[in-house]
């Protein structure tokens, strides 16, 4: 029995209800996530090791990189992957649990307003994400960042640090920011369908 719920959860992962729930899908588990392993990492894996300040010094070095980079950009995203799919994957774990086909879920009304449910908040921690994301990373990587260095040795004080492939990073970051707005624009318009096909089917 175990297997069947497995199999259930499974499908209705990867086969939503919705057709845009199936484009959103496609879109999040492939695009979005071979961007983010592929190149943010290729983007950002070594950015720590090439991030040099005056005085070059591996210690200050670390230490205005910790002070540039609270949390690394490739954990934030990965963090905002995984938050974001919760609401989906508890929702279809339910599903699994009650064996309710994915036909269903659209044609009973409490199956209907959990799965919007998981979407609005699925869209909600999508704005959440791309708040903080513009909160710690900003739109743009410039080239210097200014570090104060004064409570690692006094007489440092404010010091200039090279970051390294800003260009690069600054097309990733606009890069990130589309594709949170596009899945936001998915889970609207999927909502948009449940409520449209919901009506029609009450009106048939």
């Given at each position: 029995?175990?297997?069947?719920?497995?199999?259930?959860?499974?499908?209705?992962?990867?086969?939503?209800?919705?057709?845009?729930?199936?484009?959103?899908?496609?879109?999040?588990?492939?695009?979005?996530?071979?961007?983010?392993?592929?190149?943010?990492?290729?983007?950002?894996?070594?950015?720590?090791?090439?991030?040099?300040?005056?005085?070059?010094?591996r210690e200050i070095n670390l230490f205005c990189y910790y002070q540039f980079r609270p949390i690394t950009p490739q954990v934030f995203w990965?963090?905002?992957?995984?938050?974001?799919?919760?609401?989906?994957?508890?929702?279809?774990?339910?599903?699994?649990?009650?064996?309710?086909?994915?036909?269903?879920?659209?044609?009973?009304?409490?199956?209907?307003?959990?799965?919007?449910?998981?979407?609005?908040?699925?869209?909600?921690?999508?704005?959440?994400?791309?708040?903080?994301?513009?909160?710690?990373?900003?739109?743009?990587?410039?080239?210097?960042?200014?570090?104060?260095?004064?409570?690692?040795?006094?007489?440092?004080?404010?010091?200039?640090?090279?970051?390294?492939?800003?260009?690069?990073?600054?097309?990733?970051?606009?890069?990130?920011?589309?594709?949170?707005?596009?899945?936001?624009?998915?889970?609207?318009?999927?909502?948009?369908?449940?409520?449209?096909?919901?009506?029609?089917?009450?009106?048939?």
């Amino acid at each position: 029995m175990s297997l069947n719920y497995i199999k259930n959860f499974y499908e209705g992962c990867l086969r939503p209800p919705t057709v845009i729930g199936q484009f959103h899908t496609l879109f999040f588990g492939s695009v979005r996530m071979f961007f983010l392993w592929v190149l943010g990492f290729a983007v950002y894996g070594n950015e720590a090791l090439h991030f040099s300040c005056d005085p070059d010094k591996r210690e200050i070095n670390l230490f205005c990189y910790y002070q540039f980079r609270p949390i690394t950009p490739q954990v934030f995203w990965a963090l905002q992957l995984v938050t974001v799919l919760v609401p989906g994957a508890v929702f279809h774990l339910y599903a699994a649990c009650k064996s309710i086909d994915q036909e269903s879920i659209l044609q009973r009304p409490t199956y209907t307003v959990f799965y919007i449910l998981s979407a609005l908040l699925r869209i909600i921690l999508e704005v959440i994400a791309f708040w903080l994301q513009s909160h710690l990373f900003g739109f743009q990587v410039k080239s210097l960042y200014h570090c104060d260095a004064s409570s690692l040795e006094k007489r440092l004080g404010i010091i200039r640090c090279l970051v390294p492939e800003h260009f690069e990073k600054t097309i990733f970051l606009i890069a990130m920011y589309t594709f949170t707005a596009v899945t936001v624009a998915l889970g609207a318009a999927e909502v948009f369908e449940i409520l449209c096909r919901r009506l029609s089917f009450l009106s048939g």
